[in-house]
């Protein structure tokens, strides 16, 4: 077992890697910005140093940086948590050629299920079901003739990255032109590559992920479903584990082929599946992401499995000790995020001093965060603050269980989307499960008409 390691991330994600490795008599290394001096992962972990301006060009991506500082401290391995470096192959690769083990999938790994296209050709092969499409635009030409055979309306979408960028929805041959474009001027900016691909476009679908263990010795366990399908400009809001509106028969082949898949990409550690999940119940992969998701409580709730410590193990060479029979998956796991936002006019980033501060508790009341009272949120960095999430026996007593922690969760000094958030778990979309990709975009349009005094609430 590893004795200390790094951890290449700041915010929420890098408290709860401390936390997990403390209890595993883990040393930690934590890095910072001059804009996080002051922030909870810096005072929790045994060393930290500080790598640069506030800028994350200049501090949290800047791979030589991190590895001087995972190097000199004497550490073995490196967890890169989610978003930042967590699928740069590049990364991964420059820690296996410094002899520090990346805390996640071999790089060679990252780098093919990263680009989309190569995805997509990945899982078709193994049989996983793909939405119609093409896996790369060539020219105009061609998007325009791949449209007009699969069917208005479809999605362009960014070969590398996510988070919503480089993605367009083309309702029609006219709009496809500006929308290539437009889309692939946004791909190069902001992943350094423009090169785009195309889908059918589905309409009243929901977003499902399913999460897999993999270690090294060949072993792979799935750990139910989450349901992410409450988003607003492709962010997701709200998950939860499982889908109430999935059938049982729908749930084992959507497992089955998610384990083939890892099987055929010769995946290791935590990883997830994306599907889109039709009124059909039938499945499409969307996309794997292979490093650990925002919304891995939501699992860790319903399976008692530590999703961090167990990638930590596999890093290190342990077997998983669970057998697929062995996972037993009990009660309702709901996750809200708590942004630091003004969604009242139009979801606008807040900043500033936290003046008063109180943490909702009580049994399967859970709130992962780095906030404390006196925190002042730099403008610099992803508007998530928080992640509260709460389990029960059944989906209607963790509706409510959350309820009651979003009227408990006090944050003064900046402005927040909690009430935002109780607003749609009490609603009937989602009480009733029924709810879709689209939702809540869709009644914040009505919102804007004035058809509706609040997304979700009237």
Same mark, same amino acid.
């Given at each position: ?123 078709? @092969? %193994? ?5 119609? &499409? *093409?896996?790369?635009? =060539? #020219?105009?030409?061609?998007?325009? /003739? +791949? ?10 979408? @960014? %070969? ?5 960028? &480089? *993605?367009?929805?083309? =309702? #029609?041959?006219?709009?496809?032109? /500006? +929308? ?101 119940n039938n499945f499409y992969f969307m996309e794997m992401n292979t490093r650990l998701q925002v919304e891995h409580s939501v699992t860790e709730y319903v399976s008692n499995i ?61 709130f992962d965060t780095a906030i404390y009272q006196d925190y002042t949120i730099p403008p610099f960095y992803d508007s998530m603050i928080g992640k509260l999430v709460v389990c029960a ?66």
């Amino acid at each position: 077992m590893f004795t200390k390691i790094l951890i290449a991330n700041r915010g929420e994600i890098a408290v709860r890697i401390i936390r997990a490795c403390k209890e595993m008599g883990i040393s930690t290394v934590a890095v910072y910005s001059e804009a996080d001096r002051d922030a909870l992962h810096v005072n929790l972990a045994d060393e930290s140093y500080c790598i640069g301006p506030a800028m994350l060009k200049d501090s949290y991506l800047n791979m030589t940086a991190l590895i001087d500082v995972a190097v000199g401290s004497g550490c073995q391995a490196v967890h890169p948590g989610y978003g930042m470096l967590s699928e740069n192959p590049k990364f991964a690769k420059l820690c296996e050629e410094c002899n520090l083990k990346f805390i996640g999938p071999d790089w060679r790994i990252i780098e093919k299920m990263g680009n989309k296209d190569e995805a997509r050709k990945t899982m078709r @092969a %193994a049989g996983v079901p793909i939405v119609p &499409g *093409i896996d790369s635009i =060539e #020219s105009i030409e061609q998007a325009k /003739a +791949a449209a007009e055979k699969i069917g208005y309306p479809v999605i362009v979408k @960014a %070969a590398s990255g996510g988070g919503g960028k &480089g *993605i367009r929805i083309v =309702e #029609s041959a006219d709009a496809l032109d /500006a +929308a290539i474009k437009t889309a692939q001027a946004e791909a190069k900016s902001s992943f350094g590559n423009g090169a785009l691909y195309m889908e059918k476009f589905l309409t009243n679908v929901k977003h499902v992920e399913m999460q897999v263990l993999a270690d090294e010795q060949g072993n792979i366990i799935t750990l139910g479903e989450r349901d992410c399908s409450m988003q607003r400009k492709n962010q997701k809001l709200i998950e939860e584990s499982p889908c109430t509106v999935m059938p049982e028969n729908v749930r084992k082949r959507m497992r089955d082929v998610t384990v083939k898949a890892v099987k055929t990409v010769g995946y290791t550690n935590a990883g997830t599946i994306e599907y889109l999940l039709d009124r059909d119940n039938n499945f499409y992969f969307m996309e794997m992401n292979t490093r650990l998701q925002v919304e891995h409580s939501v699992t860790e709730y319903v399976s008692n499995i530590d999703i961090v410590k167990w990638q930590i193990r596999i890093a290190a060479g342990m077997k998983l000790i669970y057998k697929q029979s062995d996972v037993r998956l009990h009660g309702c796991a709901i996750e809200c995020r708590i942004n630091s936002e003004d969604y009242k006019n139009n979801f606008r980033p807040s900043c500033g001093k936290i003046t008063l501060l109180h943490i909702p508790g009580g049994p399967w009341v859970r709130f992962d965060t780095a906030i404390y009272q006196d925190y002042t949120i730099p403008p610099f960095y992803d508007s998530m603050i928080g992640k509260l999430v709460v389990c029960a026996r059944d989906r209607n007593e963790a509706i409510r269980k959350m309820q009651a922690a979003l009227c408990e969760l006090v944050i003064e000094g900046v402005n927040t989307n909690a009430e935002l958030a109780e607003a749609i778990i009490t609603d009937e979309k989602f009480v009733t499960g029924r709810y879709y990709t689209d939702t809540l975009e869709t009644e914040i349009e009505k919102v804007r008409k004035g058809e509706r005094q609040t997304p979700l609430a009237d």
